[in-house]
C-alpha cells in the first residue's frame, strides 16, 4: 500500500497525488482529503475544544493525548497507538505507525528535512511563543526511521532544495 502523509509546512502546496489513502497531522488548512490524523500536541486540543471542532476521521495519537481529549469532551475516533517519545512530533510518529502498513510513504509538507524553516501552518490556530530549532532535533529521529524501517520513503520538494537523506530507500521528488 501506498500512502500521503500530509504535514502542515508551507510545501504541502506541492501536493498533487491521485492516490486515495492521505494522512494528516494535527488540524489541517490545506483542504486535502484524508482519511487519517496524527495529533500529539496538547495545544491542538486546546484550539479543538474552544472552537468545537470533531474530528471526522480516525485520530492516531498517544494515551495521553486521547485521554486529555475525552476529558475535554472532543468528538472523534481517538486510537491510541503511539508510544510516547522526546523530541517527536505528530508526523514522526504517523510516519513510524504507517510503516506497519504500507510499503511506500509519500511525505509531503515536511520542511524541516531540507530547511530550517519549521513554521507550520498549524500556527495560523495555535501560537507559538517561542521556536527552537525543531529540524536540529527532528532530523536525527527522521534519520533513524529510514534507516530502521522497510519501507520506501519520499520527500516531496522545491526544485532547487535537496536534503541530507541518502538511504537506498529514501528519494527526492523535486516538484
Not at 475525552?70 to 481517538?78: E, F, M, R
Not at 514522526?92 to 530550517?116: C, M, N, V
Not at 520527500?155 to 536534503?163: A, R, T, V
Request: proline share 4%; glycine share 6%; aromatic share 12%.
Amino acid at each position: 500500500m501506498m500512502t500521503n502523509l500530509i504535514g502542515n509546512g508551507s510545501s504541502n502546496t506541492l501536493y498533487n497525488s491521485d492516490n486515495n489513502y492521505n494522512f494528516v497531522c494535527n488540524v489541517p488548512q490545506h483542504g486535502i482529503k484524508h482519511q487519517g490524523m496524527s495529533i500529539v500536541d496538547a495545544q491542538v486540543l486546546v484550539w479543538m475544544k474552544k472552537n468545537s471542532y470533531n474530528p471526522k476521521v480516525p485520530v492516531y495519537c498517544t494515551q495521553k493525548i486521547k485521554e486529555q481529549a475525552l476529558s475535554k469532551n472532543i468528538g472523534g475516533d481517538w486510537i491510541a497507538v503511539y508510544e510516547t517519545k522526546a523530541r517527536y512530533n505528530a508526523g514522526l510518529y504517523a510516519t513510524e505507525y504507517l510503516t506497519r502498513f504500507s510499503k511506500e510513504i509519500h511525505l509531503w509538507g515536511f520542511d524541516s528535512l531540507w530547511s530550517t524553516d519549521v513554521t507550520s501552518q498549524m500556527d495560523n490556530l495555535v501560537t507559538r511563543l517561542r521556536r527552537p530549532p525543531l529540524h536540529e532535533w527532528w532530523r536525527p529521529h527522521w534519520e533513524n526511521i529510514f534507516n530502521t524501517y522497510d519501507c520506501e520513503f519520499v520527500i516531496h520538494l522545491p526544485q532547487g532544495e535537496s536534503c541530507e537523506f541518502t538511504q537506498d530507500n529514501v528519494r527526492q521528488q523535486h516538484h
